[in-house]
């Protein structure tokens, strides 16, 4: 999860999955550098969440589809196994006398 877990990242997935975009059109958009900007979508391709192509002499990315259901499987499965470690606890749970009493 350390993948949007920094706040820089976090936005340029969020603006790339409102359509794709080049570095110097997310660093217009961002308050980071060209440079900062090519870091961070490396770390998010290097993670599958996102990929480029070349138009021109640029490159453009987008969100990866097939990496955003990986990492929905994935949440799905945490939020899966938190629901179900609740459940336990609340049916474990010592029943509170004074509850049944009224």
């Known amino acids: 999860m350390g993948l949007l877990g920094d706040p820089t990242r976090r936005a340029?997935?969020?603006?790339?999955?409102?359509?794709?975009?080049?570095?110097?059109?997310?660093?217009?958009?961002?308050?980071?550098?060209?440079?900062?900007?090519?870091?961070?979508l490396r770390?998010?391709?290097?993670?599958?969440l996102v990929v480029d192509r070349a138009e021109g002499t640029r490159r453009v990315y987008r969100v990866n589809p097939d990496g955003v259901a990986a990492l929905r499987a994935y949440l799905d499965r945490v939020w899966?196994?938190?629901?179900?470690?609740?459940?336990?606890?609340?049916?474990?749970?010592?029943?509170?006398?004074t509850e049944e009493q009224t």
């Open 12 to 40: 340029i997935f969020e603006l790339l999955a409102r359509g794709p975009r080049s570095v110097g059109e997310l660093a217009r958009e961002l308050p980071v550098s060209r440079p900062a900007v090519s870091q961070h």
């Open 80 to 97: 899966d196994d938190a629901l179900t470690a609740f459940q336990k606890a609340a049916e474990a749970a010592p029943i509170d006398e």
């Open 43 to 48: 770390v998010l391709k290097e993670g599958g």
